[in-house]
């Protein structure tokens, strides 16, 4: 086939068209189009179920394809076997050899594959230098931290020299501090190697520190592409708004006021809270969304906060509480910690209101 050309003029290192996936009578991936350029590292994010893991195994080869076209730098790939892909998947399990040393399940694939020593051991070398393995080299995956096990399973998707580096759900089997340090590696591989990753998680703090651009899913859709701020900034529907950030935004019922001092939103208790712009018609319902570092303490604010819930975090307080009828989660930066029953006075910048449509969809006004 005549191969496809992205924005940049080249052809890009993974495009799917109009991907189908059925299980059955089940349709868990409808009509989806993604395109990936070469040394993109692109995060695909959404809840347990939504399809994202189907999806990476199918451009594996793992799951066949029930409609559309898979695209590898230009060539349909529906029908290719997983060997010939060239494609490297790294998996939350590690898969590790347990009889092997670390240099043995690095070297594995190219043994298999009948290269030369002196290219194998050159492959070995390299990817230990990357990744920091050179000390374990002759250790056995038993003797290894979770993290460690990790990065062997890394070595071994590197010695391949892929066309495509897949992630599935890699750091969830890691305690919070080693999830951390393996993101780290993970971006650090990244900027080394300059490599295509596809990358997926749950979790939306992997995704808004890895990423070159966010893929956020629902229910076998796309919901919203974008680079982790614009997702971040400018949710396009209430589902984006809510699953990307931590804590998440909190959501009011809310009608459009056209006051005389600008525009603004009238919310259940009656308060008024001025917004950027002019959203609908007067009198319109709306949901409000706010961002939990978007609250102000502020004596003279607009909202009244009933404390119910108070987490120290060291350098930030969570306060959960209640505005308007409504569960609001707060995050401050001070030490003057409010206690549970407190009513606290609270503003939010115009700009960081955001403004949703009130039906099922939730589209950004």
């Excluded at 009608?255 to 259940?268: F, T």
Aim: hydrophobic share 40%; with cysteine; charged share 25%.
């Amino acid at each position: 086939m005549t191969p496809r050309h992205s924005s940049t003029g080249t052809v890009p290192a993974l495009e799917l068209v109009e991907v189908t996936k059925r299980f059955g009578a089940v349709t868990v991936i409808e009509r989806l189009s993604l395109a990936i350029e070469k040394g993109e590292f692109v995060v695909l994010v959404g809840p347990s179920g939504c399809g994202k893991s189907t999806l990476l195994r199918m451009i594996a080869g793992l799951e066949t394809i029930s409609e559309g076209d898979l695209i590898i730098e230009g060539e349909l790939a529906n029908h290719v076997p997983p060997q010939k892909r060239n494609i490297s998947m790294v998996f939350q399990s590690y898969a590790l050899f347990p009889h092997m040393t670390v240099r043995g399940n690095i070297a594995f694939g190219p043994r298999i594959r009948g290269e030369q020593p002196s290219r194998v051991e050159a492959a070995i070398r390299r990817a230990s230098e990357v990744l920091k393995l050179g000390e374990f080299l002759e250790r056995m995956p038993r003797q290894l931290s979770g993290g460690q096990r990790q990065r062997v399973a890394m070595g071994r998707a590197i010695v391949r020299d892929p066309r495509l580096f897949l992630f599935d759900e890699p750091l969830s089997n890691l305690d919070a501090k080693l999830r951390v340090q393996m993101r780290t590696e993970i971006k650090a591989l990244h900027q080394k190697l300059g490599v295509t990753i596809v990358y997926v998680t749950h979790d939306q703090i992997e995704a808004m520190t890895m990423a070159d651009r966010i893929v956020v899913m629902n229910g076998g859709r796309i919901e919203q592409i974008g680079s982790p701020l614009e997702v971040y900034d400018r949710p396009v529907n209430r589902f984006v708004a809510g699953f990307i950030g931590s804590p998440a935004m909190s959501f009011l019922d809310a009608r459009y006021r056209g006051a005389e001092a600008g525009p603004a939103v009238s919310l259940a208790d009656g308060s008024l809270l001025p917004t950027a712009r002019a959203a609908c018609a007067e009198g319109a319902p709306l949901v409000v969304g706010i961002r939990p570092d978007s609250f102000r303490r502020d004596p003279q604010g607009p909202l009244t906060m009933t404390v119910e819930v108070v987490e120290p975090t060291g350098p930030e307080t969570h306060v959960y509480g209640e505005v308007a009828g409504a569960e609001v989660r707060a995050v401050f930066r001070d030490r003057d910690l409010p206690k549970p029953g407190d009513r606290l006075r609270l503003s939010v910048d115009p700009g960081e209101v955001h403004l949703f449509d009130a039906g099922e969809r939730g589209a950004r006004l």
